[in-house]
Protein backbone atom coordinates (compact mmCIF):
# COMPACT_ATOMS: atom_id res chain seq x y z
CA UNK A 1 0.00 0.00 0.00
CA UNK A 2 1.05 3.58 -0.77
CA UNK A 3 0.66 6.61 1.10
CA UNK A 4 0.24 9.49 -1.76
CA UNK A 5 0.53 12.33 0.86
CA UNK A 6 2.71 13.93 3.75
CA UNK A 7 2.73 13.32 7.11
CA UNK A 8 3.77 15.55 9.89
CA UNK A 9 4.18 14.52 13.40
CA UNK A 10 5.68 18.04 15.19
CA UNK A 11 5.67 18.68 19.45
CA UNK A 12 4.43 22.34 20.00
CA UNK A 13 5.33 24.27 23.48
CA UNK A 14 1.60 25.15 24.15
CA UNK A 15 -1.26 23.53 25.25
CA UNK A 16 -3.88 22.75 22.71
CA UNK A 17 -5.89 25.31 23.09
CA UNK A 18 -3.60 27.92 22.14
CA UNK A 19 -2.26 25.46 18.92
CA UNK A 20 -5.85 25.59 18.09
CA UNK A 21 -5.87 29.37 17.78
CA UNK A 22 -2.97 29.65 16.28
CA UNK A 23 -4.78 26.70 13.49
CA UNK A 24 -8.40 28.15 13.51
CA UNK A 25 -8.01 32.55 14.31
CA UNK A 26 -7.04 34.76 11.58
CA UNK A 27 -4.57 37.24 13.72
CA UNK A 28 -3.09 33.60 14.56
CA UNK A 29 -2.76 32.44 11.39
CA UNK A 30 -1.02 35.10 9.72
CA UNK A 31 1.87 35.62 12.41
CA UNK A 32 2.99 31.91 11.08
CA UNK A 33 1.32 30.57 7.14
CA UNK A 34 4.06 30.04 5.00
CA UNK A 35 7.74 28.73 4.65
CA UNK A 36 10.61 30.92 5.98
CA UNK A 37 11.34 34.51 5.03
CA UNK A 38 7.43 34.60 3.64
CA UNK A 39 4.73 36.63 5.79
CA UNK A 40 0.89 36.22 5.34
CA UNK A 41 -0.76 39.86 5.11
CA UNK A 42 -4.19 38.56 4.86
CA UNK A 43 -6.32 35.33 6.20
CA UNK A 44 -10.04 35.23 5.99
CA UNK A 45 -11.24 31.97 7.96
CA UNK A 46 -15.02 31.05 8.80
CA UNK A 47 -14.71 27.81 10.62
CA UNK A 48 -17.46 25.53 10.30
CA UNK A 49 -17.97 22.69 8.23
CA UNK A 50 -18.81 23.91 5.07
CA UNK A 51 -16.97 26.70 5.56
CA UNK A 52 -14.45 28.36 3.19
CA UNK A 53 -11.09 29.66 3.95
CA UNK A 54 -8.76 32.13 2.09
CA UNK A 55 -5.04 32.77 3.55
CA UNK A 56 -2.42 34.88 1.52
CA UNK A 57 1.33 34.50 1.46
CA UNK A 58 3.76 36.94 0.45
CA UNK A 59 7.15 35.77 -1.14
CA UNK A 60 10.29 37.45 0.45
CA UNK A 61 11.32 40.63 -2.02
CA UNK A 62 14.36 38.41 -3.00
CA UNK A 63 11.85 35.61 -4.23
CA UNK A 64 9.83 38.72 -6.33
CA UNK A 65 7.47 40.07 -3.50
CA UNK A 66 4.39 38.45 -5.29
CA UNK A 67 1.35 37.52 -3.34
CA UNK A 68 -0.41 34.10 -3.37
CA UNK A 69 -3.60 32.62 -2.15
CA UNK A 70 -5.04 29.18 -0.92
CA UNK A 71 -8.43 28.59 -0.02
CA UNK A 72 -10.09 25.40 0.82
CA UNK A 73 -13.20 24.16 2.73
CA UNK A 74 -13.79 22.28 6.21
CA UNK A 75 -14.81 19.64 6.36
CA UNK A 76 -14.77 18.07 9.81
CA UNK A 77 -13.78 20.02 12.78
CA UNK A 78 -14.00 18.37 16.25
CA UNK A 79 -12.79 21.18 18.27
CA UNK A 80 -9.36 21.20 20.48
CA UNK A 81 -9.25 17.95 18.08
CA UNK A 82 -9.51 17.51 14.33
CA UNK A 83 -9.41 19.95 11.58
CA UNK A 84 -10.45 18.37 7.93
CA UNK A 85 -10.38 20.46 4.71
CA UNK A 86 -9.07 20.87 0.99
CA UNK A 87 -6.53 23.30 0.30
CA UNK A 88 -6.29 24.13 -3.63
CA UNK A 89 -4.97 27.41 -5.29
CA UNK A 90 -6.45 30.30 -5.99
CA UNK A 91 -6.98 34.59 -6.54
CA UNK A 92 -7.29 36.85 -4.38
CA UNK A 93 -11.34 36.74 -4.49
CA UNK A 94 -11.31 32.54 -3.46
CA UNK A 95 -11.77 31.72 -6.97
CA UNK A 96 -9.83 28.25 -7.42
CA UNK A 97 -7.00 28.40 -10.67
CA UNK A 98 -5.80 25.61 -12.06
CA UNK A 99 -1.77 25.43 -10.96
CA UNK A 100 -0.46 24.98 -14.32
CA UNK A 101 -2.01 28.10 -15.63
CA UNK A 102 -0.03 30.46 -13.56
CA UNK A 103 3.24 28.27 -13.91
CA UNK A 104 3.71 25.58 -11.80
CA UNK A 105 4.99 22.71 -12.22
CA UNK A 106 2.57 20.07 -14.04
CA UNK A 107 3.27 17.79 -10.67
CA UNK A 108 1.34 20.53 -8.22
CA UNK A 109 -1.87 18.97 -7.11
CA UNK A 110 -4.98 20.64 -7.93
CA UNK A 111 -6.18 19.83 -4.46
CA UNK A 112 -5.06 18.74 -1.15
CA UNK A 113 -6.80 16.75 1.72
CA UNK A 114 -5.37 18.29 5.19
CA UNK A 115 -6.00 16.61 8.47
CA UNK A 116 -4.57 18.14 11.60
CA UNK A 117 -4.28 16.34 14.47
CA UNK A 118 -3.93 17.84 17.92
CA UNK A 119 -3.22 15.93 21.18
CA UNK A 120 -2.24 17.32 24.17
CA UNK A 121 0.56 15.91 26.19
CA UNK A 122 2.99 16.65 29.14
CA UNK A 123 -0.19 17.05 31.62
CA UNK A 124 -1.77 19.85 28.84
CA UNK A 125 1.51 21.65 28.88
CA UNK A 126 2.46 20.62 25.37
CA UNK A 127 0.22 19.22 21.82
CA UNK A 128 1.73 16.93 19.52
CA UNK A 129 0.42 18.05 16.08
CA UNK A 130 0.13 15.67 13.17
CA UNK A 131 -0.56 16.93 9.58
CA UNK A 132 -1.37 14.60 7.08
CA UNK A 133 -1.75 16.66 3.64
CA UNK A 134 -3.16 13.77 0.94
CA UNK A 135 -2.61 14.41 -3.08
CA UNK A 136 1.41 15.01 -3.00
CA UNK A 137 2.81 11.97 -5.21
CA UNK A 138 5.93 11.02 -3.17
CA UNK A 139 8.90 11.19 -4.76
CA UNK A 140 8.02 13.96 -7.60
CA UNK A 141 9.98 17.57 -7.39
CA UNK A 142 6.56 19.27 -5.96
CA UNK A 143 6.34 16.52 -3.31
CA UNK A 144 10.11 17.53 -1.72
CA UNK A 145 8.92 21.07 -2.16
CA UNK A 146 5.81 21.22 -0.26
CA UNK A 147 7.93 18.79 2.66
CA UNK A 148 10.24 21.30 2.83
CA UNK A 149 7.49 24.33 3.32
CA UNK A 150 5.42 21.84 5.57
CA UNK A 151 9.03 22.28 7.70
CA UNK A 152 9.20 25.52 7.39
CA UNK A 153 5.95 26.16 8.32
CA UNK A 154 5.62 24.43 11.39
CA UNK A 155 8.87 25.73 12.18
CA UNK A 156 6.96 29.16 12.34
CA UNK A 157 3.90 27.93 14.04
CA UNK A 158 6.14 26.94 17.07
CA UNK A 159 7.87 30.26 17.41
CA UNK A 160 4.66 31.99 17.14
CA UNK A 161 2.76 30.00 20.02
CA UNK A 162 5.36 31.02 22.25
CA UNK A 163 3.63 34.78 22.78
CA UNK A 164 1.19 32.32 24.72
CA UNK A 165 -2.41 33.82 22.88
CA UNK A 166 -4.52 35.52 24.77
Same mark, same amino acid.
Given at each position: MTFDGIKLTRIIDAPVEVAWKA???PKHVMKWWGPQD?? $?? *????DLRE !? !??FLFCMR /???? @?????? %??? !?T %?? +?IVPLERLE?? @?? =?ADKDGDLVDPVSIGMLEDFPKQTQTTVLFKSIKQGAMTELTIIEKGQQPG $??? *? =???LLG =?? @???? +? =? /??SVKEKYQ
Open positions: WTEYT $SP *FCEI !G !GK /APEY @QGGQDS %YTA !G %YG +KFT @QS =L $SQM *F =LYA =LY @QTMD +K =L /AE
